[in-house]
């Protein structure tokens, strides 16, 4: 691109009609002159080649992405990791906020990912480091995705919880396992208190442990539970699989008792739960395999904020994340970046899903969780903490429900724990990894 070429691919935000772009927030380092880098990065996403030779005509006006901002943030001699790849620097960081017109792929999350996060921007010439920090979206665009189904408040109706966090547990062990013990140790942790027992997001319908047997089993013994501790309760089933399975796989899960249905979004893919969301009756539940491979590093990749909003877009109810603590390797700030992007104000028309930050939880993390989240809208979801604990996975739910009355009443749990044996045992066991 020769650089008098270089200024359709800008404009200020108030040339253009809000209602026809995404904006775009990207951290970049660029070799060379930072505003042709930049107009190449916007070509690359868009038009590339604007015109035809001999032909007098520009697609650029309509159809290319545009500089809207460009901030240096620093020069560096070297790219911020070290690539093997012909860019040895000097390189600038820069800032970089672009307007896209959503026009060119419409409202489908593959193409739109394809054209933010693709070959036009991984591959863009000159700019070897570049990080998708976050996505604005005009509610003009929004309106064309359903959103969740039941969102916070249809699972808070689905469970009859109104007043406290949603409590979850993963039943352990997590692979390995039989269906009847398996589905024995969600019922006593039903038994317990939890309110959604549920699969591991890496248990799949295999032969030692099929859907079929383990959800008939554990939705007979989820309504056992509700008649006996008159509280409703959910089994939250994972149908992850290749997609062409995945609508038999649900109805074979809801028809035996699943009243809940998990999938790891980015194994599966978005677009297959936009199907789901169409045809399931039950809320849907988000996983986060694969995002910190995209995430992790803070200069590359793609921020975990944006895949929680475009999980929330395609329809889950509920999104678990990396929580809190140095077990999950995720930044606090960033934590609160994800919990905030279940329940910001994206559109009118999208409903808030539940976040569920977790890792390594039990009884004694509650609190720090509660405090970070500054809501009762969140879930908790324990694995060890909970199917762990010296008095089994009835005793490590009870031990949650213990917390969080210690919490509501003002009490510190070593003094709650006095008169409460399964907190008490939870602290012992567990209290030393804090």
Request: proline share 7%; charged share 20%; net charge negative.
């Amino acid at each position: 691109m020769h650089p008098h070429d270089i200024s359709g691919f800008f404009a200020s935000l108030e040339q253009l009609n809000r209602d026809d772009y995404l904006i775009l927030d990207y951290y970049l380092e660029c070799q060379g002159d930072p505003e042709l880098a930049a107009a190449h990065f916007c070509s690359e996403q868009s038009t590339a080649q604007w015109k035809r030779v001999g032909v007098d005509e520009d697609f650029r006006p309509r159809f290319g992405a545009k500089v809207i901002e460009l901030r240096i943030l620093e020069r560096l001699e070297a790219p911020s990791y070290p690539l093997d790849t012909p860019f040895a620097g000097p390189l600038t960081a820069c800032r970089l906020k672009i307007a896209h017109p959503h026009a060119n792929f419409g409202p489908k999350l593959p193409n739109l990912l394809s054209a933010i996060c693709g070959e036009g921007v991984f591959f863009a010439p000159g700019i070897p480091i570049v990080k998708l920090l976050d996505i604005e979206f005009p509610a003009v665009y929004l309106e064309a995705f359903a959103g969740p189904k039941f969102g916070i408040q249809g699972l808070r109706e689905q469970l009859k919880v109104q007043d406290r966090p949603i409590f979850f547990g993963v039943i352990k062990p997590n692979i390995g396992l039989a269906p009847e013990p398996f589905a024995q140790a969600g019922y006593e942790s039903w038994l317990g208190g939890l309110d959604i027992a549920k699969d591991d997001e890496m248990l799949a319908d295999v032969s030692w442990s099929t859907l079929e047997t383990r959800s008939r089993l554990l939705g007979a013994l989820r309504q056992k539970a509700e008649q006996e501790t008159g509280e409703p309760k959910i089994y939250l089933a994972n149908i992850t699989d290749e997609v062409d399975r995945l609508l038999a796989l649900h109805d074979i899960a809801v028809a035996n008792g699943a009243n809940a249905l998990m999938v790891n979004a980015l194994t599966t893919g978005l677009s297959a739960v936009r199907m789901l969301r169409k045809h399931t009756s039950v809320p849907l539940v988000g996983h986060f395999p694969m995002i910190a491979a995209f995430s992790r590093l803070p200069h590359y990749g793609i921020h975990s904020r944006v895949f929680t909003h475009l999980q929330r877009i395609a329809g889950f109810d509920v999104i678990i994340m990396p929580g809190f603590g140095s077990r999950m390797m995720t930044p606090h700030a960033e934590v609160c970046d994800c919990v905030q992007a279940c329940t910001d104000d994206l559109s009118a028309s999208l409903k808030p899903a539940l976040p569920v930050p977790g890792g390594s939880d039990w009884a004694g993390t509650l609190a720090g969780v509660y405090e970070q989240v500054g809501s009762i809208d969140f879930g908790f979801v324990p694995g060890r903490g909970v199917f762990s604990h010296p008095q089994g996975p009835r005793g490590g739910a009870a031990s949650i429900r213990q917390a969080w009355d210690a919490i509501r009443q003002g009490i510190a749990l070593p003094d709650y724990a006095r008169e409460h044996p399964e907190l008490a045992a939870a602290i012992q066991a567990f209290g030393a990894r804090e």
